[in-house]
């Protein structure tokens, strides 16, 4: 079964998505329900979903903000739009949306958006199988495996030791081969990564910056902000303010 996680801010939608995916009898089971985007990124943190199908408007974080923050996750994104705000989910595929779905949502257009994902991921794997060498993981993708875990796990007390044991490597051994790779430290990599996620949820949410520290593991927010603003030159307020045009103006 594929697992899939439905997002709109009205349950009344959520429940005719629901109807509509399960009348197609295909193999996808819905694990979650999410009212905004927030939502759905914590709930791929939970749930090792395949899908998302979410609306495009939506308070807090939209359509087009989830699909750009869900470029960082293995699972899929579909998008539901009116005809009014067709041209707007149209913009998301740059981040990588798999396909469109027009209210109102009916189990035929639904099967049909199903099967093409179901396909084209039959066929990627198909070819992955055939293209991977018979070697264990070498050196460049175990680095691959710490970033990809230190981006899903942005909220938790991120240590090398942790990272060590992901890949099964000794944790000095990890920080050479991780400084070798990228350039940096482990932890100055941990702290830019939850700078980033800062940046872009106090542009795209209306979180309150002590919400955003918290969520980023910190509990002291004067130590948040101090370390945004060593890292940015302003303080989170000040990067809200401009709208992070002073990342453009750098």
Same mark, same amino acid.
């Not at 395949?50 to 960082?72: C, H, R, W, Y």
């Given at each position: 079964?594929?697992?899939?996680?439905? +997002?709109?801010?009205? $349950?009344? +939608?959520?429940?005719?998505?629901?109807?509509?995916?399960?009348? =197609?009898?295909?193999?996808?089971?819905?694990?979650?329900?999410? %009212?905004?985007?927030?939502? %759905?990124?914590?709930?791929?943190?939970?749930?090792?979903?395949?899908?998302?199908?979410?609306?495009?408007?939506?308070?807090?974080?939209?359509?087009?903000?989830?699909?750009?923050?869900?470029?960082?996750?293995?699972?899929?994104?579909?998008?539901?739009?009116?005809?009014?705000?067709?041209?707007?989910?149209?913009?998301?595929?740059?981040?990588?949306?798999?396909?469109?779905?027009? #209210?109102?949502?009916?189990?035929?257009?639904? %099967?049909?958006?199903?099967?093409?994902?179901?396909?084209?991921?039959?066929?990627?794997?198909? $070819?992955? *199988?055939?293209?991977?060498?018979?070697?264990? =993981?070498?050196?460049?993708?175990?680095?691959?495996? +710490?970033?990809?875990?230190?981006?899903?796990?942005?909220?938790?007390?991120? =240590?090398?030791?942790?990272?060590? %044991?992901?890949?099964?490597?000794?944790?000095?051994?990890?920080?050479?081969?991780? #400084?070798?790779?990228?350039?940096?430290?482990?932890?100055?990599?941990?702290?830019?990564?939850?700078?980033?996620?800062?940046?872009?949820?106090?542009?795209?949410?209306? *979180?309150?910056?002590?919400?955003?520290?918290?969520?980023?593991?910190?509990?002291?927010?004067?130590?948040?902000?101090?370390?945004?603003?060593?890292?940015?030159?302003?303080?989170?307020?000040?990067?809200?303010?401009?709208?992070?045009?002073?990342?453009?103006?750098?």
């Amino acid at each position: 079964m594929y697992k899939v996680i439905l +997002v709109d801010d009205e $349950r009344w +939608v959520r429940v005719v998505l629901r109807k509509a995916v399960e009348q =197609t009898k295909l193999p996808f089971e819905i694990v979650q329900e999410c %009212a905004n985007g927030l939502e %759905a990124i914590d709930a791929l943190q939970k749930h090792e979903a395949d899908l998302v199908i979410s609306d495009v408007k939506m308070p807090i974080m939209d359509g087009i903000a989830l699909a750009e923050q869900m470029t960082q996750v293995s699972a899929n994104l579909i998008l539901v739009s009116g005809y009014d705000d067709f041209q707007l989910a149209q913009q998301a595929i740059r981040f990588g949306v798999k396909d469109y779905l027009l #209210k109102p949502v009916e189990m035929e257009a639904m %099967a049909d958006c199903l099967g093409r994902w179901m396909q084209d991921r039959t066929t990627k794997s198909a $070819r992955h *199988l055939a293209d991977s060498p018979l070697i264990g =993981t070498d050196e460049l993708s175990a680095i691959e495996q +710490v970033q990809q875990f230190i981006g899903s796990n942005l909220s938790r007390d991120i =240590t090398l030791t942790d990272a060590a %044991a992901l890949v099964h490597l000794n944790p000095s051994y990890l920080s050479q081969l991780f #400084k070798q790779q990228t350039g940096g430290k482990f932890v100055d990599y941990v702290i830019e990564m939850r700078m980033e996620e800062a940046k872009k949820l106090l542009i795209k949410t209306s *979180l309150r910056v002590s919400e955003i520290a918290e969520r980023l593991g910190y509990g002291d927010i004067s130590y948040f902000s101090s370390t945004f603003k060593k890292l940015t030159g302003c303080s989170p307020l000040e990067y809200r303010k401009c709208g992070g045009r002073l990342d453009e103006a750098k």
